[in-house]
């Protein structure tokens, strides 16, 4: 576990996960779960940033990792628990950052812990009306994707 101060950037080499719920995701033709666009769109009350989990702020394996952010993220939850449709996707920090070359200010991912998660973070400087950066990370950027029922 590498340990960063509050509002440190994370490594380009490292991942963040999202929490994906049930109504942002599709079955595709083969059977596999899909990120829709909309998944990535920023309420009010995230005052202009994407909440994440820094995957590697955990030790352990893939598995191991998924499994403490969804321990961690379902402790904020109703009932102590995460939709089991819904999904955690992950992304490459430095591939996040592409989807928006041109950004001004550019994206940036922070480490910002919170007392339920102690790996959250958030992507900062996220535009909510660019239909391009949106459907980017749905489809080219967090394709790693297993619902929460696998994990």
Request: aromatic content about 6%; hydrophobic content about 40%; overall charge positive.
């Amino acid at each position: 576990m590498m340990l960063l101060k509050k509002g440190a950037l994370l490594p380009d080499e490292d991942h963040v996960v999202r929490f994906i719920s049930p109504n942002r995701l599709i079955k595709n033709e083969h059977g596999k779960i899909e990120i829709l666009p909309q998944a990535f769109i920023l309420r009010e009350k995230d005052k202009g940033r994407l909440s994440v989990s820094w995957l590697e702020y955990f030790d352990g394996d893939q598995s191991s990792k998924l499994s403490a952010i969804k321990n961690a993220l379902a402790k904020g939850w109703r009932h102590g628990k995460l939709p089991s449709k819904g999904a955690l996707g992950t992304g490459n920090v430095a591939e996040i950052k592409t989807v928006a070359p041109k950004a001004k200010p550019p994206l940036r991912i922070v480490y910002a812990p919170s007392t339920n998660n102690p790996a959250h973070s958030s992507i900062v400087n996220m535009p909510n009306d660019d239909k391009t950066i949106l459907e980017s990370l749905a489809t080219d950027v967090f394709v790693e994707r297993v619902q929460v029922k696998d994990i």
